[in-house]
Structures are given as structure tokens and as C-alpha cells.
């Protein structure tokens, strides 16, 4: 009788270990959605920054069918996907290494004002970003949205 209740109480209790693992993967794979979807939005608020800018341009420049000009500014909304399959899995990089190669790679487009808000938003990733940068996994997630809008 003791021996059937100790197996109960283990059974019991390995349920609710069981109960209590799956708990907290769930609200660890919570926080990490979380986590990849605000930094999902810092980089869309910096690349309005400059894509705003091009969009101006653009229209100024849409009386031109083709030019030099327009073909730059609409450049400024086109992403490049990489389909390259590496040989080994790539370290990851912090967003804000991200965030200043693409403010750099459009910087004619901004102005102090919004050189500013970049700063903010390097500033804001840098404070979220405790583990080491996921630019990996936004990159993959901006890669399969891409995809999708492109089917």
C-alpha cells in the first residue's frame, strides 16, 4: 500500500514536471517571438527613414520615365535576398552592426533629424540585445516575408 502511493506521488509529481517544462518553453519561445518581432520593427523604423526620402524623390522624379535619378531612389526599396548556402554556420551579427551598414549604405537619403532617430534605434536594440545579436533570425524572417510577397 505505501509502495502504491509513493508511485502515485512520483507519477503525480513527474506530471508535473512534465506540466511545468512545457510551460516554460512556451513562454520562452513567447519571449523570444517577442523579442524577434520588436527587432523586426526597430530595423522597418530605420529603413523608413531612408526609404521615406527615396519615395519623395521618386515622385519628384516619376515625370522622367527612365533616369539615372529615379533608378536610384527606387533601388532604395529593393532588397537583396541571399541565397547563397555557406559552407558553415555564419556568426551572428548585433542588429545595430545592421542597422549602421544599411544607414551608411543610404545615408544621402537622411538628414540630421533622422541620423537622430537611427542613433535611438541603435540605442534601443543595443539595450534589448543581452544575448549576442538574432539578426540571423530577423534576416530569415525578412527573407521569408519577402518571399511571400514576391509569390
Given at each position: 500500500?505505501?509502495?502504491?502511493?509513493?508511485?502515485?506521488?512520483?507519477?503525480?509529481?513527474a506530471?508535473?514536471?512534465?506540466?511545468?517544462?512545457?510551460?516554460?518553453?512556451?513562454?520562452?519561445?513567447?519571449?523570444?517571438?517577442?523579442?524577434?518581432?520588436?527587432?523586426?520593427?526597430?530595423?522597418?523604423?530605420?529603413?523608413?527613414?531612408?526609404?521615406?526620402?527615396?519615395?519623395?524623390?521618386?515622385?519628384?522624379?516619376?515625370?522622367?520615365?527612365?533616369?539615372?535619378?529615379?533608378?536610384?531612389n527606387?533601388?532604395?526599396?529593393?532588397?537583396?535576398?541571399?541565397?547563397s548556402?555557406?559552407p558553415?554556420?555564419?556568426?551572428?551579427?548585433?542588429?545595430?552592426?545592421?542597422?549602421?551598414?544599411?544607414?551608411n549604405?543610404?545615408?544621402?537619403?537622411?538628414?540630421s533629424?533622422?541620423?537622430?532617430?537611427?542613433?535611438?534605434?541603435?540605442?534601443?536594440?543595443?539595450?534589448?540585445?543581452?544575448?549576442?545579436?538574432?539578426?540571423?533570425?530577423l534576416?530569415?524572417?525578412?527573407?521569408?516575408?519577402?518571399?511571400?510577397?514576391?509569390?
Open positions: 500500500n505505501n509502495n502504491e502511493n509513493n508511485n502515485k506521488e512520483e507519477e503525480i509529481n506530471h508535473k514536471k512534465t506540466l511545468k517544462d512545457v510551460a516554460a518553453w512556451l513562454v520562452i519561445n513567447s519571449m523570444n517571438s517577442e523579442r524577434i518581432q520588436y527587432n523586426m520593427l526597430q530595423i522597418q523604423d530605420a529603413s523608413d527613414l531612408w526609404r521615406r526620402e527615396a519615395f519623395k524623390r521618386v515622385l519628384k522624379d516619376s515625370h522622367l520615365l527612365i533616369s539615372d535619378d529615379l533608378n536610384k527606387l533601388k532604395v526599396f529593393a532588397e537583396e535576398i541571399d541565397t548556402i555557406k558553415n554556420v555564419p556568426e551572428p551579427s548585433l542588429l545595430t552592426t545592421l542597422v549602421e551598414r544599411k544607414s549604405e543610404f545615408i544621402d537619403y537622411l538628414d533629424d533622422s541620423l537622430k532617430i537611427i542613433k535611438e534605434i541603435k540605442e534601443r536594440l543595443e539595450a534589448s540585445d543581452v544575448t549576442g545579436g538574432f539578426s540571423n533570425d534576416e530569415a524572417e525578412q527573407q521569408r516575408e519577402q518571399e511571400q510577397e514576391q509569390e
